[in-house]
Structure formats: C-alpha cells, structure tokens
C-alpha cells in the first residue's frame, strides 16, 4: 500500500532496481504534470458530481496542486482556508463523519491498486512444469499406448494409467502445500500493512487506520510517523521530512507555510505538525508511480540458498544413479537376448519393457531430487511466522526467524520492553520537599506545597507537553499521548489541574522532545506581556541548565553547589528506587529571542515515574542465560534506575559492567574490546551509541545480534543488527521499517519466543534433511544394486512417486511443523559457519540406511526362503512386501526423526497434529495401495501375517536408530564447549539487590 510494503533490508538487486526506476519516472513525471497542470484555477471546471456533494474542488485539481508543489495554484484557490472551505472541511473540527461516504465516493480510498492473488489453479500449472514430470507423463503415455497394443484392454494401460495418477496426486499436494502458503503470506502481509494515525473529526481526535483517511482530513504528525497521503501543511513546529524514499534525496526537507507540501510515504523525522489531505490512494504521487511499476519481492532466505546448493548436488548423484540404472538394465536386456540368440527378433512387448526401465530412471531422479527440501523452509517459515503472530510477534523477513536461532546477545531497551510502560507519577520534590503520591492521599501529601509553586508546576505539566487531553463523545476526559507524558497529564488532572485553563497561554515556540538533547522545551506568552520558557527532561540535564529554585516559601532563590548536590542526592535516590526522573524549570524572559534558551532556567520539581517490570521478564532473561544468550539492557534512563531494573529483571550480575553513554563515547578501540563483553548494562546513552555498541560486537566480537528500538533514531541500530527487533505500540513507522520482527505488545517475554520458533525452525529443517537422505540413500543404492544384480528394479514407477510423496512433501509437512521443545532452549546457539548436516546427523542417516539396506537386500535376493514363499505368485508377493517393508521403514524413521539427539522420540507426539495426521494418511493410503490399487502400482494383497512383519521391520529400524544414537560422533573437548555454552553467563542473583 504504502512505501513501507517495500522490504528495505530484503528487498534484493530486483526491488532496489524498482526504487530507482521510481527515481527516474518521479522527475519525468513531474516535469509532464507541471506542464499539463500550467493552467489557472479559474479556468478548472467542475463536474456535477462533485459540485452536487457539495464541494468546490475534484480529485485531479487536489492533486495537481501537491505533486507540482504549485504554490501559485494554492493561492489562486485561497490558500489553505481557501481550500478548507472547497472541501467543506473545519480546520479545527476536522470532516464531519456523516460525509465519509460522500468523499470516498468523490476523491477515492486510501489504498493503492493490488495485483489479484494467483490462483489455485495457477499453482497446479506451475507444478505441472517441472520437467522430470513431464518426461514421466510422456513415459506414462507411451506406455498406454504400447500396452493397449500388446496387452489389449484395459489390462494394457493399468501401468501408465497408474504413473499419471501418481503424478497428479504429487502434483495436487505441491500445490495445495505452495496455495495455503501463499494465502498465509497475504495476511501476514495485511498485518504487516495496519498503520495507525491520528486525526481530528467532529471536533474530536481520534486513531484510525490509514486505510480510513479521507480527503479533507486533519492529520496530526510526530516523529518517526509515516505521512498517510498528499496533502498540505497547516500548523506545527520544526517539521522536517524524510522525502529519500521518493526522490533519493538524503537530504531532509523543512516543511512550513513557505514550502507546505507533504507526499505520501514520506517520514517525519524531526519535529510535529498537523497536515491537510488533498490526496488520497491512486491520486497520490506514490500511487501514480505505482501504476507502472510492481512491487519487489523477497529474496531467498541463507538457509534456503544453503538447502539449494545441497539439493543441486543430490539432484547430480540422483541423475547419475538414474542413468547408471538404466544403462545396467538396458545392457541385461541386450545380453540375455544375445545369449537367448533372440537379438534381431523384436517385439513391443520388448520395447514396453524399455520404456520402463526409463520411466524407473526416470522416477529415481524424481525420487532423488530433493525438491521438499525448499518446501519444507518455506512451510517451516510460514509455520513459525503464523504462531508468531498468535503470540504477538509480526516477522517482516522470512531470514530473521532463522537468525534469530542463531543469536547470542539481545541490545533490549528498558520502557515498555521490559517493563510495563504504564508510567505513574510515584514521587515528587518540590519547594525542597520529597512528597509520595498516592491516587487516595495527594491532598494531604500535597498541601504543604506553596500555591504558586503548584500553579507554575502545573502549567509546566500542561504546557510543555507532547501528549493531549482530549474528550470522548460520552464527555470523558483521554490522554493521547507517550506513556511519560502521559503519567504527567496524568497527575496533573489528579490534582485539580485544567488543562482548558492553563492552555490558555499562547504556544510562540516549541523544540519537540529528541533522545539526543534528552529534552523537550517551549516559549509562551503571557497574558502581562513578556514570555515564558518550559523545559523538561532528563534530571541531570535540566539541573545543569538552572542557576536558581523555587523554595518552600514559592520564590525562585539562587542555587549554589550545596544545594544542587542535595538535589543530586535526591534525583540518585528516586532511581536507586527504579523511578525514572524527570527534572521540570521554567524562565521568565521579557523579549522572545531568536531560540529557546540553554541556561538560567529556575528548577520547579524533580519528579520520579515508577514503571513495573513485566511479569514473567526475569524467567524471560534466565531463559535466554541458559541458552547461552547475554541479555544487554541500553536505555536513556538515569545508570541508577537502569541498574535497579536491570538486578530485577536478572540482566545485571555480580560481575557485569553498567556504563554511562558519555564514557562509553570516550573509550579508545582497545579499551572498548576489552569492556564490551562485560557490559550488561548502558545507562544514557545516545542512539549512536546503540549502533557503535551493535557494530562492535558484530564485528569485533563476531556476535549474532538482535536489536529492540522503538525511535526514529533506533533505525540505525536496528538496521545495523542481525535481527532488528522493532516495538508494535511504542514504535514509530521509521523503526517498524528498519526492523524485521515487529514485538506487537512490546514485550520480552515474545522475544524469547521468537529466539525459541527461530531454533525450532534450523531443527525442523535439519530433521527433514535427515530423513529425506535416509530415504534417497536407500531407495538409489536398492534400486541400482537390484538392477545390476537380477536385471530387475524392485521399486516400480509408481511406487517411487509414493515414496517420493511421502518423503517430500509428506516428510516436509510432518517433520516441518514440529512445534517448539523446551530443550531447544537448553542449547548454545547455532554458529554462523557451523555445519547445516552435523555429525550426529551423518551418524543417524548412515546408521539409519545401512539398517534398511540390510534388511531390503537380504529380502530381496532370500525372501521367498525366508519369508516361506511358494506359488506363481511369488514374485508378486516378495515384490509388495519388499516395498511395503520399505514405506514401513520410512513411517518409524520419520518418528526417529523428530528428534536428531534424543532417545525418547516419542515425547510430545501426541501434541504434534500435523505430524500424527501425516502418520495416519501415510498408513491409509499405503493400505489402499497394497490392497485395492495393485493394477496400477503393481501390487498384490498381502496375508495379516505379512503385514505383521513389515509392521515389525519397520518397528525394529526405529529401535536401531535409538540404539545409533547412542554412539558418541563428537570429540571429547567439543562436547565440553557445548556444555559451557550453556552457561556463558554467571548466575544471576535469586533476589533482587538493594540500590
């Protein structure tokens, strides 16, 4: 829809070529419009239709007007009241809501054209395209045809007829498999899509989602915000766009009432405002550009480009064995007609048999190519993505639910990630005096302050504000706004506070908040003349800044060194207590001046915000100890308050380091390589500073890193790390765009969870890739070694579609979407160059084939002796059950597959749906196929007993497999760096220190 649908960080050499397509289509596109639209408003006329909704302006006025950036064209229409009034809007109420319908009708909805979703169909063809397919479907055709001419019918076709079928039903499961996928994506992809902004309607301000906008509406923006649509701007205070992502410019544009032009899909990257819409969807300059130009799409995942470079080998060793297995029987056939003295008489019954030696070559290439192997990431990933999503987290890039199952640290933020983000004000000095706040007792904590002390702190709390009291329809008072200025609001309006009445004062100047300067200041004029200046923000900062204080008399006195180090003492012991402080002064001036002062400001209060550590963080942290992941806490917090939440929360231990942002800044190279291992906490710090400490330990200290940020300014960060994790309600659209998991309710404890399905994924494809190389191995070497010893192949086409089926994508949906164990946690993490098949693996699929080829070969050449066979159907008999022992084989082997180490691979089972449904299909249809489908897959039926022993067999490799694994295939000292791995951090304490 908008300019974030474009993956930035995945979007590959094709989706950046978009964007400089893009690029040059803006600068034509804008030189032909400012020639088409060189025409005066007087001359523009009105349809009907627009005229009879009442409005004085249509659809390609409004947009001709912002694209050019036509100023000559406002004005001609009066401005931005003119235009106001031709869209019959308020500029204070904003649009009326009974007339939403009329403006949709008129100037569009806010959203772009989409290409309709492919259908089910369309997946069906494509799977019809692969090639080894289409030679088996030639294959089955001709062998119709030749057995129709030979056998007669229907006798004659039972042997095509059963290859094409088998081929369909292949066919049909891929595309099912590839259809829902595709499906899940879309609404991973709608997710992905909810923006919310707010807007002024009926005279109240109120979110909605950009979907939603109309045209005429009042648009509030703040930083790190995505404009919505077109439009123009109307009030604010040092509002500065990003406009990058449309023009390529890395330069930001100031926007005012000289240049008062806003373009969808732009960011906010500095400052606030209200805007106008003029355009809305398709109307827009994005939206024109995205007529002509599609959308990039992802790149492939490390993993899936890892599995394609193993599935390319396997394919060469299948097609090699397919070939030698033809070639063996086609030399036999030629032999024993030379021997028979039969070599120049030739029959179709001889040619059929030609034919399906090559249709079995052909199907061991079928077999051999690992096309599950894609299948099974990609099921794999959506898998994950979609319980993710139930559990809060919103994965942007396919690739990050695989890093994150390779991470070793997590950079988290401290407000709202690890705790609660519901501030309330907890502590208050003012007038020389520490007062605790209590909902039930602030009248009588509070009374001993001087009144006007009270009514300047108030109008320091309403004034100099980010947040907004607003009223509902039902009359009831909401705060909008940062969960700080929010307690504050909040307090505020506890004590009796008006914010009708002290908003009266005029706003002449505001400095927004920014996390570098850690303040936020305004100027306003007061009713005597003269001027007034706020300011608010970190304590430390805002002491520095002040040279006087009020007193508990409510005079501003002069502040010397002893006072200002008893107010020290009190800012250090409201964050020994985890309060966040905030330190509030104000500067009467009798002229304006050209900026907001930096000093000589009177201190009014200090006040500390009390905001609780989520539940269930500390076992969240410990967690991810175990699992050999250091937790680092970086935040702007005063290094007491991040101290004390961090002991809380168990980030912070014994022998962890706590470092503030400014000395962090002045290390040198080899100092920081010695401190960043040890630092677990940094405390003021700058979002540079993020990004410096992310750089290092990616670089320095070969971390894989994952990155928590909420700003504009964590953007860097979270673009610098490996999996940059961005907040879904503190968050701002510059930060979601830069990250590739959204954490939907901010939270820890998700993360940890994301870190659990990133593992679970790596092992679920690791288990898959286990159980398909068991099965390619013994299905090539049975096959070869059978058509070189009796000139037979013991697995027939069709039959080795069916284990293709369940190899692939049987295998791939079982063993794929294995939820999650607790002992995934219990493990280091993967490294970035460890092996994809590790030893173990190589152990249990070595183990695992020799086991089957064993017993497949001694029933092969001895199982009429030992099976007690007798009778013309014999051959018949040994052949079904040499197969179906062979399917059985591989139904316990996917069991013993679903774990790679463990020996009870029964555990969890019963909870697994998918992969017990998968079991049950697998058996069903093997029932069918021996039973009741032996025309087509050249079967017979088989007596109880039989089945009994293949049941067996299959029963007794499962049991082999566990014995396997118990056979040690790591060096000693590797084994002992596993096991340190699990503890890479001392123990944190069981309680919870005293500041």
């Known amino acids: 829809m908008f300019y974030d649908t474009i993956p930035q960080k995945t979007i590959g050499n094709s989706g950046r070529g978009a964007q400089e397509k893009i690029r040059v289509a803006l600068y034509v596109q804008k030189a032909a419009l400012q020639f088409i639209d060189a025409v005066s408003a007087a001359d523009h006329h009105l349809s009907d239709e627009v005229q009879e909704a009442g409005f004085g302006m249509d659809a390609n006025e409004l947009a001709s007007v912002v694209r050019g950036h036509d100023a000559k064209k406002l004005r001609l229409h009066g401005g931005v009241d003119g235009i106001a009034r031709k869209l019959a809007v308020s500029l204070n109420d904003g649009v009326s809501e009974s007339s939403l319908d009329a403006r949709q009708k008129i100037y569009g909805f806010n959203r772009y054209v989409e290409k309709p979703p492919r259908s089910f169909w369309l997946f069906v063809w494509e799977a019809l395209h692969d090639l080894t397919l289409i030679i088996l479907m030639v294959c089955a055709v001709i062998s119709v045809v030749v057995g129709v001419v030979t056998e007669g019918w229907p006798k004659g076709m039972y042997d095509g007829i059963g290859i094409i079928l088998s081929i369909f039903l292949v066919v049909l499961v891929t595309a099912v498999s590839d259809y829902r996928q595709s499906l899940q994506f879309r609404d991973l992809d709608k997710e992905k899509k909810k923006i919310f902004v707010y807007v002024t309607r009926n005279g109240y301000r109120q979110k909605i989602s950009i979907y939603d906008i109309v045209v005429g509406d009042v648009v509030h923006l703040n930083i790190g915000d995505q404009v919505p649509a077109d439009g123009i701007f109307l009030t604010g205070y040092g509002l500065v766009i990003d406009e990058a992502s449309l023009s390529g410019e890395s330069e930001p544009v100031n926007v005012d009432q000289g240049k008062p032009f806003l373009l969808s899909g732009t960011k906010v990257q500095d400052g606030s405002g209200k805007m106008l819409v003029m355009s809305v969807g398709m109307n827009t300059e994005w939206g024109k550009l995205m007529e002509t130009l599609s959308e990039g799409g992802e790149d492939e995942t490390p993993l899936q480009v890892k599995l394609n470079g193993v599935a390319t080998i396997i394919g060469k060793i299948g097609l090699s064995f397919a070939v030698l297995t033809f070639l063996v029987l086609l030399c036999r056939f030629l032999a024993d007609k030379a021997i028979s003295g039969e070599f120049t008489k030739w029959s179709s019954q001889d040619a059929l048999l030609i034919l399906n030696y090559f249709a079995v070559a052909v199907t061991i290439i079928v077999v051999a190519v690992p096309e599950g192997l894609p299948l099974a990431v ?232 009390k905001d609780p550590v989520r539940p269930g963080v500390k076992e969240a942290v410990e967690t991810c100890r175990v699992a050999g992941i250091t937790v680092r806490m970086v935040t702007g917090d005063n290094i007491n308050t991040a101290k004390a939440i961090a002991r809380e929360c168990g980030i912070l231990t014994d022998d962890g380091l706590a470092i503030e942002g400014p000395d962090f800044r002045e290390k040198g190279p080899e100092e920081l390589k010695e401190l960043i291992p040890k630092i677990q906490v940094m405390a003021r710090s700058l979002p540079l500073d993020k990004y410096k400490f992310v750089t290092q330990l990616r670089l320095v200290h070969k971390e894989v890193v994952a990155v928590t940020g909420d700003g504009t300014n964590d953007a860097p960060a979270l673009h610098e790390s490996d999996i940059g994790l961005a907040m879904g309600i503190a968050g701002t659209e510059v930060a979601k765009e830069n990250a590739d998991v959204i954490i939907l309710d901010d939270n820890f404890s998700t993360i940890e969870n994301v870190v659990k399905w990133g593992r679970s994924v790596y092992i679920n494809i690791q288990k898959f890739v286990q159980f398909q190389l068991t099965v390619n191995i013994v299905a090539l070497i049975v096959n070869f070694a059978s058509a070189c010893i009796t000139g037979t192949a013991p697995l027939t086409a069709v039959q080795l579609l069916w284990v293709n089926m369940i190899m692939d994508t049987l295998g791939a949906l079982a063993l794929a979407t294995e939820p999650p164990t607790d002992e995934l946690m219990h493990r280091p993490p993967v490294g970035r160059d460890e092996s994809f098949i590790s030893r173990t693996m190589w152990r249990n699929i070595i183990g695992q084939a020799i086991y089957q080829l064993i017993v497949l070969g001694a029933l092969e050449f001895d199982g009429k002796r030992l099976l007690k066979l007798s009778g013309s159907d014999a051959d018949s008999v040994l052949n079904t059950f040499v197969f179906n022992s062979f399917v059985f084989c591989q139904v316990f082997n996917e069991i013993n597959s679903r774990y790679i180490e463990k020996i009870n691979v029964l555990d969890g089972m019963l909870s697994s749906g998918v992969f017990l449904a998968v079991l049950v299909v697998t058996v069903a249809f093997q029932i069918i196929i021996v039973e009741f489908l032996g025309a087509f897959a050249s079967t017979v039926p088989l007596s109880l007993q039989l089945w009994l022993i293949s049941v067996a067999i299959g029963i007794v490799s499962m049991i082999v497999a566990i014995f396997i694994k118990l056979i040690p295939v790591e060096p000693a000292a590797r084994k002992s760096e596993h096991k340190q791995g699990y503890k890479l951090l001392p123990s944190a304490p069981q309680e919870t220190e005293s500041p």
Request: aromatic share 6%; glycine share 8%; with cysteine.
């Open 378 to 609: 990609t099921l794999s990933l959506a898998f994950a993505m979609k319980k993710l999503m139930n559990d809060r987290a919103l994965v942007r890039h396919l690739s990050a639910c695989e890093t994150m199952g390779s991470a070793t640290c997590i950079c988290t933020d401290k407000t709202g990630t690890l705790t609660t983000n519901h501030m309330v004000l907890n502590k208050l000095w003012i007038c020389e005096d520490t007062h605790i706040v209590k909902n039930d007792s602030w009248n009588e904590s509070l009374s001993s302050v001087h009144e006007s002390a009270m009514a300047i702190f108030l109008q320091a709390i309403f004034h100099n504000t980010g947040a907004e009291v607003v009223r509902s329809k039902e009359g009831k008072r909401n705060i909008l706004g940062t969960p700080t200025e929010s307690a504050l609001l909040e307090f505020g309006l506890l004590v009796g506070g008006d914010p009708d009445t002290e908003q009266r004062l005029t706003l002449v100047e505001v400095e927004p908040f920014n996390s570098v300067k850690k303040k936020m200041s305004v100027i306003v004029a007061l009713p005597g003349g003269g001027f007034r200046a706020f300011c608010k923000g970190a304590s430390e900062i805002i002491l520095q800044m002040c040279d006087k204080y009020i007193d508990s008399t409510g005079e501003c006195v002069s502040m010397t060194n002893t006072h200002a180090k008893n107010i020290m003492d009190v800012i250090n012991s409201f964050a020994g207590e985890a309060l966040r402080t905030l330190g509030l002064a104000f500067k009467d001036m009798d002229e304006k001046g050209n900026e907001i002062p930096e000093d000589g400001y009177s201190l009014i209060a200090i006040v500390g915000i």
